[in-house]
């Protein structure tokens, strides 16, 4: 199999992408976490004011998978942020290939294409983040020249959820 | 002391610059910080801004040693959870050193949180580093979580030549 295409998410790829989205959350074991709707996914993209980018991968129509009949099989979000010392940022939010179209290069091309994106829009680096488990993706990853930010410059990630953000706010 | 949170404006940046060199002494990483107040402007008040930022202000009676009323910042901008949907990410978080203990740090982040909530995000995220022991305790009490010790999240970056050599295989 060699034939795939990368290309920018349409409104109409949405069915597809939530569909990829909660295939990535059962393999991390955490299905029941996805609340997000196809209705959110088309507002929060397609909108004047989108919070998310999406690129997806597909396949010609001969090689959707014969199982699942799918020809968008993979599928990157990204935005942009800022870092107060360097500027502009590209922030890696997910990034998947179904398992019957791994080991073919696509995961590699949508890095490359990322990147790219990253460096024509000014962006200094390119950040995510990887569970610590899984040591498939950090070593994917640092084989293609990635710093882990946590071990060598000590950052731990916070979080702060909804509930106490609402107790925050009304503490004004 | 009395003071004000307010949504910053274009003629700020001087003074955010000014605090995000400070902070950036305090994380003992100051040689790092490579844009001015030029590209805080440019990036932060066009037509697509890449970042929201809430100053402090303390009246002119109260103003710092060398002069200075804006005393303290936050600066965040909205990201998305494929799981969660709109989320906010707090980059920075200062106050200057003799304004503290005086309410400024815990009324910018519930302003950030109430910006938030009014853009219907469903959390906040934000990053400490290890050793800042004031920072951890402070966003502790206030409910956060630590992802990296619960979770074992860890950061990555591919930066600089990295980055460009990544790119440079782009199709």
């Given at each position: 199999?060699?034939?795939?295409?990368?290309?920018?998410?349409?409104?109409?790829?949405?069915?597809?992408?939530?569909?990829?989205?909660?295939e990535?959350a059962?393999?991390?074991e955490m299905?029941?976490?996805?609340?997000l709707?196809?209705?959110d996914l088309?507002?929060d993209?397609?909108?004047?004011?989108?919070?998310?980018?999406c690129?997806v991968?597909?396949v010609?129509a001969?090689q959707?998978?014969?199982?699942?009949?799918?020809s968008v099989?993979?599928f990157?979000m990204y935005?942009?942020?800022?870092d107060p010392?360097i500027?502009?940022l590209?922030?890696?939010e997910?990034f998947?290939v179904?398992k019957?179209?791994?080991?073919?290069?696509?995961?590699s091309?949508?890095?490359k294409?990322l990147?790219d994106?990253?460096v024509?829009?000014?962006c200094s680096s390119m950040?995510?983040?990887?569970a610590?488990?899984?040591?498939?993706f950090?070593?994917?990853?640092?084989?293609?020249?990635?710093s882990d930010l946590s071990?060598q410059?000590g950052?731990?990630?916070f979080?702060?959820d909804?509930?106490?953000l609402?107790?925050?706010?009304?503490?004004? | 002391?009395?003071?004000?949170i307010?949504a910053?404006?274009?003629?700020?940046c001087?003074d955010?610059?000014?605090?995000?060199m400070e902070l950036?002494?305090?994380?003992?990483?100051?040689?790092?910080?490579?844009?001015?107040?030029k590209e805080?402007e440019?990036?932060?008040?066009?037509?697509?801004p890449?970042y929201?930022?809430?100053?402090?202000?303390?009246?002119?009676e109260?103003?710092?040693?060398?002069g200075?009323?804006?005393?303290?910042?936050?600066?965040?901008f909205?990201t998305?959870s494929?799981?969660?949907?709109?989320?906010?990410?707090m980059?920075?978080?200062?106050v200057?050193p003799?304004?503290r203990?005086k309410?400024?740090?815990?009324?910018?982040?519930?302003?950030?949180?109430?910006?938030?909530?009014?853009?219907?995000?469903?959390?906040?995220q934000?990053?400490?580093l290890?050793w800042n022991?004031?920072?951890?305790?402070f966003y502790l009490?206030?409910g956060?979580?630590?992802?990296?010790?619960?979770e074992?999240?860890h950061f990555?970056?591919f930066?600089?030549?990295?980055?460009?050599?990544?790119?440079q295989?782009?199709?």
């Amino acid at each position: 199999m060699a034939n795939f295409n990368l290309r920018k998410a349409e409104p109409k790829d949405v069915p597809d992408i939530l569909r990829l989205i909660k295939e990535l959350a059962k393999y991390e074991e955490m299905e029941d976490q996805v609340i997000l709707t196809e209705k959110d996914l088309l507002e929060d993209g397609f909108g004047d004011h989108p919070f998310y980018h999406c690129v997806v991968a597909d396949v010609p129509a001969e090689q959707q998978c014969s199982l699942t009949g799918y020809s968008v099989i993979g599928f990157a979000m990204y935005y942009f942020t800022y870092d107060p010392w360097i500027g502009k940022l590209l922030y890696l939010e997910d990034f998947y290939v179904m398992k019957e179209y791994r080991g073919f290069g696509i995961g590699s091309e949508i890095l490359k294409t990322l990147s790219d994106t990253a460096v024509k829009n000014r962006c200094s680096s390119m950040h995510f983040i990887v569970a610590e488990s899984n040591k498939a993706f950090i070593d994917f990853y640092k084989r293609r020249g990635a710093s882990d930010l946590s071990l060598q410059e000590g950052w731990r990630l916070f979080r702060i959820d909804k509930e106490n953000l609402l107790k925050m706010s009304a503490e004004e | 002391m009395r003071f004000t949170i307010c949504a910053a404006k274009p003629e700020d940046c001087k003074d955010i610059a000014r605090m995000i060199m400070e902070l950036a002494v305090y994380e003992k990483m100051p040689d790092q910080v490579k844009i001015s107040h030029k590209e805080l402007e440019r990036d932060g008040f066009g037509p697509n801004p890449f970042y929201q930022c809430l100053v402090a202000e303390v009246p002119e009676e109260h103003k710092s040693k060398d002069g200075h009323t804006k005393v303290g910042y936050a600066l965040f901008f909205y990201t998305y959870s494929t799981w969660k949907g709109r989320t906010v990410y707090m980059e920075d978080l200062y106050v200057m050193p003799e304004y503290r203990g005086k309410g400024m740090g815990k009324a910018l982040i519930a302003t950030v949180a109430k910006v938030a909530k009014e853009q219907h995000c469903v959390r906040l995220q934000f990053s400490v580093l290890d050793w800042n022991k004031p920072s951890l305790d402070f966003y502790l009490s206030k409910g956060a979580e630590d992802l990296t010790a619960k979770e074992g999240w860890h950061f990555l970056r591919f930066h600089g030549i990295a980055l460009d050599n990544l790119a440079q295989e782009a199709p």
